[in-house]
Nanobody
Framework: QVMLVESGGGTVQPGGSLRLSCVAS????????MAWFRQAPGKEREYVSV?????GRITNMSMKGRFSISRDSRTVYLRMNSLKPEDTAVYSC?????????WGQGTQVTVSS
């Protein structure tokens, strides 16, 4: 069992930055990949970025250059720069451990002037 807690969301003006964190507890030693997803109001959940245990990463092309994922053994981060109003969404972390996917509760990011 892995438990996830996200933090770092909030309200920011267009062009601003935020860093999200997601801390894993429990059997965090079994985690392989860690990822971020987001879901905007009225839209389907969207993949943001994923990072493997070895550090290899893939980022959604629409966010590449603005969003950057990183991790240590039990925390995954998402650095978001040059934020736009269309980045407003609930951001959730996802980890894969022992052939099971775990989700955090999500953190709200609002980009508004």
């Amino acid at each position: 069992q892995v438990m996830l807690v996200e933090s770092g969301g909030g309200t920011v003006q267009p062009g601003g930055s935020l860093r999200l964190s997601c801390v894993a507890s429990g059997r965090s030693d079994t985690i392989t990949s860690m990822a971020w997803f987001r879901q905007a109001p009225g839209k389907e959940r969207e993949y943001v970025s994923v990072i493997g245990r070895g550090g290899g990463r893939i980022t959604n092309m629409s966010m590449k250059g603005r969003f950057s994922i990183s991790r240590d053994s039990r925390t995954v981060y998402l650095r978001m720069n040059s934020l736009k109003p269309e980045d407003t969404a609930v951001y959730s972390c996802n980890v894969f451990a022992n052939n099971t996917a775990y989700w955090g509760q999500g953190t709200q990011v609002t980009v508004s002037s």
